[in-house]
């Protein structure tokens, strides 16, 4: 009998032991090929960032583009890799897209990427059921595809799979991460009503927590990203114990050299929305306060008014979502004031932030997306989701008129009357507001800023 439990628990040591060494010993090869393949030096060390989504355009791609431009022109003797599941895409366009859209220039010389075939294990589309443990398991089984093909000797997931950080470290890897999102916290657990729903997002969490604690270096996108990811960090049965790493917020950067150049005078009638045609940032709601507002002041589709939305489609299912906001404009009778722009390269992007008066962002939860911060930055008035408060990032410089920077809103009809408000303020008003709100923009979140927070974040630690 104590043969059998031996033998149990030793077998799967052994089996991940030889996995681990059989990994080792292959790894060495392809690295050889692919310094080769780029003349480097066999010593050169390689930091490795998963970012299956590479190529998508959104906000999580301008971090990770800014973090490798950084290190490329501070570090010139570590090669970057990314691990992306853009197989359709080359090193090449893939370089040209982010030249296009981000106007980042990386060096080809000191980056590699790594294409995985899996991608399709952290399609939310393929879990229709426990979408969460589905994708969580998904990123996994990518994580080994992509160590697989190469073993670097630091790893950072910029995606939010954070998941594949045990198995990382398992490898004697270093490893952090940067978290935009928390997968789970405990106020989406407290929106869960059923019992065995809660059962299911408690074990989830804890599974969350133990994993985001194998990170090293932990870096969150904002202050309230932060709040959430300390909760799940000291959730039950932790508490505070165990030394484990604060994690740091470290905004991401927001191209303000660009948007600062835009005129601030002579704004068109133009409502924009800037953002992924994903669920979470409820497009339809921007569709119904057009409604609303045109319900309330039809004059304003007589003066032109246009709901722009301008946003990145991944794929089939962006695109039908895409289709159904089509239907509802349709439908409420407001189709000829909506104009979608999809998959815009960033010099129309720039034009739009340009010409727009008002800028719209509509994800619950979000409390202060990186479009914010664009729209302050191009001198467009923000009118942002109120999701439980105000939010952090801005809460002292917007209490009262006198210093504010935009607005906030929660329902269509809440959104239209703030749209009304912006279009409707006095000239000087107007000016001073968007002065504000790209003075502010502007000190925190130029890229000069992410660097210093990226480079304080201790990233190095990792790999020097
Ligand atoms: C943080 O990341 C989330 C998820 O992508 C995004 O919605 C939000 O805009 C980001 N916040 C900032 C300040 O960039």
Redesign the pocket.
């Known amino acids: 009998m104590a043969n059998i439990i031996i033998l149990l628990s030793v077998l799967p040591l052994s089996v991940i032991f030889f996995c681990i060494t059989y990994l080792r010993a292959r790894s060495s090869q392809q690295r050889k090929a692919v310094l080769d393949s780029l003349s480097l030096p066999p010593s050169t060390k390689v930091f490795a960032f998963f970012h299956p989504y590479c190529n998508a355009g959104g906000?999580?791609e301008r971090v990770l583009w800014t973090a490798i431009a950084y290190i490329q022109r501070t570090h010139p003797h570590l090669l970057c890799v990314v691990y992306t599941g853009d197989t359709l895409a080359t090193k090449s366009s893939i370089l040209e897209k982010v030249q296009s859209r981000f106007s980042i220039t990386l060096s080809p010389a000191t980056l590699h990427f790594v294409f995985l075939k899996r991608r399709i294990l952290v399609e939310d589309s393929t879990y229709p059921h426990f979408t969460l443990i589905g994708q969580s398991l998904g990123s996994v089984g990518l994580a080994i595809e992509a160590l697989s093909l190469f073993v670097p000797d630091a790893y950072i997931d910029t995606m939010g799979y954070a998941f594949t950080l045990p198995l990382v470290r398992l490898l004697g890897i270093p490893a952090g991460a940067y978290v935009?999102?928390p997968t789970v916290s405990p106020p989406m657990i407290s929106r869960v009503a059923r019992k065995a729903k809660l059962v299911y997002y408690h074990a989830f969490m804890l599974l969350y927590a133990l994993a985001l604690r194998r990170a090293r270096v932990l870096m969150v996108?904002?202050s309230w990203?932060k709040k959430h990811v300390d909760a799940v960090l000291a959730y039950p049965p932790f508490g505070g114990r165990w030394g484990i790493v604060r994690p740091r917020v470290v905004?991401?950067s927001c191209d303000t050299r660009e948007m600062e150049r835009l005129t601030l005078e002579g704004r068109e009638r133009i409502v924009l929305s800037i953002a992924q045609f994903r669920p979470e940032k409820d497009h339809a709601k921007q569709v119904r306060a057009l409604h609303a507002l045109l319900q309330a002041h039809p004059e304003y589709a007589t003066q032109g008014l246009q709901l722009v939305m301008i946003g990145g489609c991944r794929n089939a299912d962006d695109e039908a979502r895409v289709e159904v906001l089509r239907d509802l404009a349709r439908d409420l009778g407001v189709e000829a004031q909506v104009q979608f722009v999809l998959n815009a390269p960033y010099p129309d992007m720039l034009a739009w932030l340009g010409r727009a008066s008002v800028g719209l962002n509509t994800?619950l939860d979000?409390h202060?997306?990186?479009?914010v911060?664009e729209f302050m930055a191009a001198g467009v008035i923000p009118i942002a989701h109120a999701s439980g408060g105000p939010p952090r990032?801005h809460r002292r410089r917007v209490p009262g008129s006198a210093h504010r920077c935009g607005y906030h809103a929660k329902t269509p009809e809440e959104f239209a009357s703030r749209i009304h408000d912006a279009l409707t303020l006095s000239p000087e008003e107007d000016l001073a507001i968007r002065q504000r709100a790209r003075t502010w923009a502007v000190q925190r979140f130029s890229e000069a800023e992410f660097e210093a927070a990226w480079e304080a974040s201790g990233w190095s630690q990792l790999i020097l």
Request: net charge negative; proline share 6%; hydrophobic share 25%.
């Open positions: 906000g999580g935009h999102y996108n904002s990203t905004y991401p994800m979000e202060f997306g990186i479009n911060v990032g």
